[in-house]
Each structure stands twice: as structure tokens, then as C-alpha cells.
């Protein structure tokens, strides 16, 4: 899989980049190859009307915490 950079103020444009990134089939393994530093603090709201860089970073890490255990309510 290639880096890829994110753009926090584009969303759409940030999960087209994760899409474009791998041409790998299973979510899971798409996932399996991204990490995150510091503390995760899980949401799943994005704040549409005001969207900050950590809010945003937030949802986006939920995201890739959920994808990698395989689902919502999945444990790995």
C-alpha cells in the first residue's frame, strides 16, 4: 500500500485517498496497515457545522478502528 496524505478540511476527498490507496478487496486488510498515535477518544459524530482538525482526525480514527476489527460491534 502507498502513504497517503489526508486532507482534514476535504473529508470525501480524504476517504477517496484510502480508497485509491490499496487495491486490496477486504476492508480489514486495507486497515490492518494504518496506525494512529496518541489517545483515541471514539466518536462517530462529525461536527458539520463547525469541524475542527481533532473532531475530524477523531471520526476518522474511530473509522479506522472499527474497519479493522471487521465491524461496529466486533472485537478483532
Excluded: Y
Amino acid at each position: 500500500m502507498r502513504p497517503v496524505t489526508l486532507n482534514p478540511g476535504n473529508i470525501q476527498a480524504s476517504f477517496n485517498e484510502l480508497e485509491a490507496a490499496s487495491h486490496e478487496n477486504d476492508i480489514v486488510e486495507i486497515a490492518q496497515n494504518f496506525s494512529t498515535t496518541g489517545v483515541l477518544t471514539p466518536t462517530l459524530i462529525l461536527n458539520l457545522s463547525a469541524p475542527t482538525a481533532a473532531n475530524i482526525a477523531a471520526v476518522l480514527a474511530t473509522w479506522l478502528e472499527i474497519c479493522q476489527k471487521g465491524g461496529i460491534n466486533r472485537t478483532t
